[in-house]
Structures are given as structure tokens and as C-alpha cells.
């Protein structure tokens, strides 16, 4: 464990009686390596110093000259690989603003004080000071070309996993969501955000929904048969809705394979504009007609969210899950939450929480009244095989939880 008089801190505020404030703190907690800066200039001459190069800065915002968030791109560019506090008069929604900034550029950030600062908050967060750990290089991306995706779905090298989405009144499975990945023969699992952008630029997502729907009609049915009834959502492209062809291949994979349209949601992503609106409207529209649900996916983090709710007769909300996971703590997201939910009921539409990452999580949901939840909390993604044992255990789980609620 690190001597607290040996962490060498930098504290960065234009107010000299704030600055005393602070080292005198610091000092009174054993912190004694503390070196003190009313300007960006002379700080950054700080962390240049290999000698002086501070563990911890504690920074202000609102500087004349050089602002703190100046200041932070400085650091970017100098490899910093030191803690930040932030510590403003500036108003929470700013700080939370602030620090989602620093976090981007993957410098570690202890927490945000706003002015007047309390000794024991400022304490707190510096209890969760750790030694930097030494810098990893940054893993590259592997890029793919349009002729090895294609080679990828013609070998059937394609593989769906299945994350579950149960009902958050009864914990009831309600459904799957179907999230395609490449089982590469030299690299193992790809994700699309490596793929799916090159298949659309190069004319081959038809193909791949074409492989991923009929993958996953396939196994709606095997479920069904084996008494599971799901319904089975499949993400669709912007670029599948380009042509009117794409609702008869839906239409007609589900009738070959002998899944009722209500069985079946298909994910619309709002991410990227609509081309020929035209074409996309008739194409959804007549999808609705024959019962497919249809839902709009990642809400409130695209184009034109509220217009598309308008024109396209969704019947079911996925709100982002940069709005579900904290909102029970983080006022920002809470509002963004509840207004999103309220859209959906006032809609009459099914909402769906994404990222529900832990128990914090699926309270807010059960208090809020959400309809349904997928996140890590309830299940990973799953392949196929996996998902009949799971539904057991799950089924489990909520019912014992169910025990516990009504003897409180």
C-alpha cells in the first residue's frame, strides 16, 4: 500500500483561498506531496516534469486562460496516466458532462466535488486512489474486407447468440434478442461492429439478414416444438429496408419455416437515416399489416427518434441502454428514462430497458413499471442450446426473489 505522503498530488484552481482550502485538507489527511497551481500553463510544466509529475490532480473547470476542460486535452496528448478529480462551482449537470469527457479520453477519473468542498467527500474519493497500472498497448481492431465477409456467409461461418428478455412484473421469458456473430477460423469471435458496416457498405447485408433470419426462424421453431414460446427479435438495417423485396423474404422465410408473424420483432435502428422514406414506410407498414412487430431500437441516440414514431407504426420502444444502466442514481438519465418510458405507455407501445447491468437496475425498472428488461443482470448473450437450461435457473432465481419480496 502506497504512503499517502508519498502520492504526489497537483491541485489546479484559479481561486488562491481555494487552493489553501484544499492543500491544507490534503495535509491534514497525510497527504504532504501536494504542489499547488492557479494556472494551466505552469501545471502542464508539472506533468512534463518526470520528477514532479503528479499521481492525482484535483482541477477546476471555469479558469480564465486555460480551462479545465482545455487542460484535459493537454494531458491526452502527454499520455497521462495519472487520477483526476473534478472540483467546480459549475452545476452537476455539467460536472457529469465534464467527467464523461475525461472518461472518453480513457483517462481514470476518481469523481467530480462541487464547491464548496466537504472534507469527507473529498476524502472518499481519494481512498479509492490505486497505483496507476503500467499502460497495455491498445488492442487494434482488425479490419475485414468485403470479400472475406462474403466468404464468411456463404461458408456459414455466421453464428446467432441470443440474449433473453424476460417481463420485469413476473419475470416471465418473453422473448430472445438475435445478435449475430463471426466464427472466424483464425481469430474466434468476431462482433459485428467489425463487419456489419463493411457488408452494408459493399452491398451484402442483404445476404447476412437473409442468413440470420432464416437462422433464426429456424430455431423459434425448434424452441416452440420443445414447448418454448418465444418471440425471436432480429435486428434489420436501414439498407434491408431499401428494397420493397425485403418484406415478401421476411414474409416468406416465416411461412416456410412455420412461425406466426407475432412471434417475430423486427429491431429498427434509428442510428442512420432513412433513405427513400417511401420505400422504408410501405416495407414496415406492410409488415405491421401482417403482424410482425416491430420495434424501434436504441431510442433518443439517432436521427429524428420522434418523427419516426410518428410516420412507422412501431409497437414496441428499446430505450438505450446509455439511459437504463445509473439512471436510478444519475438525475440526467432518470428524466431521460421517464420520459422515454411515459412516450412509450402514452403510445400504447411495449417498453424494453436495455443494459440492465445489476440489481440497482432492475429496481427501477419494477418500481417505474417497464415491461420488459435484457441486460447482463438477467443474462448474457446465449447460444441456442444454452437458452432451454437457462429459462430453468431463471425461473428459479425470480421465484425465490418473489419469495423474499412478499416476506418483507
Request: net charge negative; charged share 25%.
Amino acid at each position: 500500500m502506497v504512503e499517502r505522503s508519498a502520492i504526489k498530488i497537483l491541485i489546479l484552481d484559479d481561486d488562491p483561498f481555494m487552493l489553501k482550502l484544499l492543500a491544507r485538507i490534503l495535509a491534514n489527511q497525510g497527504f504532504t506531496a501536494v504542489v499547488c497551481c492557479d494556472n494551466g500553463r505552469d501545471a502542464l510544466a508539472q506533468v512534463d516534469n518526470e520528477t514532479t509529475r503528479p499521481d492525482l490532480i484535483l482541477l477546476d473547470l471555469n479558469m480564465p486562460g486555460m480551462d479545465g476542460i482545455e487542460f484535459v486535452r493537454y494531458l491526452v496528448e502527454r499520455q497521462f496516466t495519472g487520477s483526476l478529480i473534478l472540483v467546480s462551482g459549475e452545476d452537476m449537470r455539467m460536472l457529469r458532462t465534464a467527467e464523461r469527457l475525461v472518461q472518453a479520453h480513457k483517462i481514470h477519473m476518481l469523481g467530480y466535488l462541487q464547491k464548496p468542498v466537504k472534507n469527507e467527500a473529498l476524502l472518499a474519493l481519494l481512498t479509492q486512489w490505486v497505483p496507476p497500472s503500467p499502460m497495455k498497448p491498445s488492442v487494434v481492431k482488425k479490419k475485414y474486407s468485403a470479400e472475406e465477409i462474403r466468404l464468411a456467409i456463404n461458408e456459414d461461418n455466421l453464428v446467432n447468440y441470443y440474449q433473453p428478455k424476460v417481463s420485469v412484473a413476473s419475470g416471465a421469458v418473453i422473448g430472445v434478442e438475435t445478435l449475430v456473430r463471426w466464427h472466424h477460423p483464425q481469430d474466434g469471435l468476431v462482433f459485428p461492429d467489425q463487419f456489419i458496416s463493411v457488408a452494408e457498405a459493399h452491398g451484402l447485408i442483404n445476404d447476412l439478414t437473409r442468413l440470420v433470419l432464416s437462422k433464426a426462424f429456424a430455431q423459434a421453431r425448434i424452441w416452440q416444438q420443445a414447448g418454448f414460446e418465444l418471440r425471436v427479435a432480429v435486428n434489420v438495417s436501414m439498407d434491408n429496408l431499401a428494397s420493397l423485396d425485403f418484406q415478401d423474404l421476411v414474409a416468406g422465410l416465416a411461412a416456410e419455416t412455420g412461425i406466426s408473424p407475432n412471434k417475430v420483432v423486427l429491431e429498427v435502428t434509428e442510428s442512420q437515416l432513412m433513405g427513400d422514406m417511401r420505400v422504408s414506410l410501405e416495407i414496415l407498414t406492410r409488415l405491421r399489416l401482417k403482424r410482425f412487430h416491430l420495434s424501434i431500437d436504441d431510442f433518443g441516440t439517432g436521427h429524428s427518434s420522434l418523427a419516426q414514431l410518428r410516420d412507422i407504426p412501431f409497437d414496441e420502444l428499446k430505450i438505450d441502454q446509455g439511459f437504463v444502466h445509473r439512471a436510478w442514481k444519475d438525475e440526467t438519465l432518470r428524466v431521460i428514462y421517464d420520459t422515454s418510458l411515459a412516450l412509450a405507455k402514452q403510445l400504447n407501445m411495449e417498453a424494453v430497458a436495455e443494459g440492465v447491468e445489476d440489481r440497482d437496475d432492475w429496481d427501477l425498472l419494477r418500481r417505474t413499471g417497464c415491461d420488459l428488461a435484457q441486460g447482463n443482470f438477467i443474462s448474457k448473450p446465449l447460444l441456442a442450446e444454452e437458452i432451454p437450461g437457462w429459462i430453468e435457473v431463471w425461473l428459479k432465481r425470480v421465484q425465490t426473489e418473489l419469495m423474499i419480496a412478499s416476506s418483507n
